[in-house]
Antibody
């Protein structure tokens, strides 16, 4: 079945970087946009950016440009999100999500379980 | 940047109808999607492209979109519908995805 398996929780100190993975299965890896969404404790959903696994093209939300890098490894059907210069404001649950039908405007039909990142000195 | 505004909370009695709004400039010209999120869980898509339902989502969930407001309607509300609900669009002008501010639905 369609699955998005995310890497485990991370704890980092301020100023450090974190790299989260999202392994996909059950669908054509090259057929859908993959998105990253985060949610700070008690807060709403915040879109971070997307990657198209076939081309590697990315689109990063303005807020995260220069600090977030999204990549993919087609050999293992996995996408990655690296965030640098972490602050306590980056403490959040990070989700990967797959679009519904391979279009920019499509809904996010499938979600990973989330990866908790805690930033604390 | 494009802003989607939702009421922070909606309260409804079991069996009644919950109406959740999402406001944005000329929202009716865009495709709106809706998600349900329960505590400790990932969001779940309940309505896409304004009014379509994914497989497995009850008919009690319906959506509409016109003018500057999209609406998610949950009919015959059940205790299990208690959750946070978010609207979502792709803003073509910025080429960015945008989520609404979220609405907590409480079943009294």
């Amino acid at each position: 079945q369609v699955q998005l398996e995310q890497s485990g929780a991370e704890v980092r100190k301020p100023g450090a970087s974190v790299n989260i993975s999202c392994k996909t299965s059950g669908f054509g890896f090259s057929d859908h946009y993959m998105h990253w969404v985060r949610q700070a404790p008690g807060q709403g959903l915040e879109w971070m950016g997307l990657i198209h696994p076939k081309s590697g093209d990315t689109n990063t939300a303005q807020k995260f440009q220069g600090r977030v890098t999204m990549t993919r490894a087609t050999s293992v059907n996995t996408i990655y999100m690296e965030m640098s210069s972490l602050t306590s404001d980056d403490t959040a649950m990070y989700f990967c999500a797959r679009d519904f039908y391979g279009d920019y405007s499509a809904a996010f039909a499938i979600w990973g379980h989330g990866t908790m990142v805690a930033v604390s000195s | 940047s494009y802003v989607l505004t939702q009421p922070p909370s909606v309260s409804v009695a079991p069996g009644q109808t919950a109406t959740i709004t999402c406001g944005g400039n000329n929202l009716g010209t865009q495709s709106v999607h809706w998600y349900q999120q329960k505590p400790g869980q990932a969001p779940l898509l309940v309505v896409f492209d304004d009014s379509a339902r994914p497989s497995g989502i009850p008919e009690r969930f319906s959506g509409s979109n016109s003018g500057h407001t999209a609406t998610l309607t949950v009919s015959r509300v059940e205790v299990g519908d208690e959750a946070d609900y978010y609207c979502h669009v792709w803003d073509s002008s910025s080429d960015h995805q945008v989520f609404g501010t979220g609405t907590r639905v409480t079943v009294l």
